[in-house]
């Protein structure tokens, strides 16, 4: 009884600050502010850098522990360190594996996650992910597996990421998620633009334009706004889909 009185307690205030307006604006200072010294890039998980901000780290946590799942896919390795923090938590479950896609997979970083001791959780292929070769590769390794967690954070332009939803999408199933990150590219404001977006990102081709095209479409996936709501820094507003069916 008290842990539900406690849960209980806990959705309340979750609901009360997702309807915080002041609070969440000041989040969102504070995350461009930090930004622009590329707070996210200061942080290291078992040695590697992970590049997320800690707040994601925690979110991220809660669900693999929830879910349990035989197998992470997460598009986009950079340095490794996402890779390294999914392998810790799959061996503190005691099952499954990561399979890291990325278009190149630099030498260097190959190494030290080769090196790493929690290398025998990892897998990784190079090339894009919304490749028809790669998506095959990755549908032999998912065969069969129960529970499928996927994180996207790869190329953030709206196509890709949209076309790694409708192609992601049909491994994960009820109860399970798929992660959006940088969906924030859409919510920055014009006087941190010019120095935080890179690429081809705008307001009107990013993460969270795809997202929300694809659940036009998708009834099997719903944003899981409590999640984002108890966060309140996360570069992936509206990027955690849960599926329902």
Not at 66 to 73: F, R, S, V
Not at 136 to 154: F, P
């Amino acid at each position: 009884m008290i842990e539900k009185e406690f849960e209980t307690r806990n959705k309340k205030f979750i609901k009360k600050m997702g309807k915080n307006k002041p609070l969440k604006k000041l989040s969102k200072k504070w995350m461009m502010e930090s930004s622009l010294d590329e707070y996210s890039y200061h942080f290291r998980w078992l040695g590697l850098p992970i590049i997320q901000f800690p707040q994601d780290i925690v979110g991220l946590q809660e669900i693999i522990w929830k879910i349990k799942p035989d197998l992470i896919i997460e598009t986009g390795i950079a340095r490794g360190g996402s890779l390294i923090f999914s392998a810790s938590m799959l061996q503190l479950i005691g099952k499954g594996n990561v399979l890291g896609i990325d278009i190149e997979i630099r030498k260097e970083n190959k190494e030290r996650i080769l090196k790493h001791p929690l290398y025998k959780r990892i897998k990784m292929i190079e090339g894009s992910s919304i490749d028809e070769n790669v998506i095959n590769k990755v549908n032999k390794i998912a065969k069969n597996k129960n529970r499928i967690l996927v994180i996207l954070d790869s190329n953030h332009s709206h196509d890709h990421v949209l076309a790694e939803l409708k192609a992601y999408s049909k491994l994960v199933k009820k109860g399970s998620y798929m992660i959006v990150f940088d969906t924030v590219i859409q919510d920055i404001p014009n006087k941190y633009s010019k120095k935080l977006l890179k690429g081809n990102w705008s307001k009107t081709d990013n993460p969270k334009t795809a997202v929300h095209e694809f659940l036009k479409k998708n009834k099997r996936f719903i944003i899981d706004k409590e999640l984002e709501n108890k966060l309140l820094i996360t570069v992936a507003p509206d990027g955690f889909l849960k599926c329902i069916t």
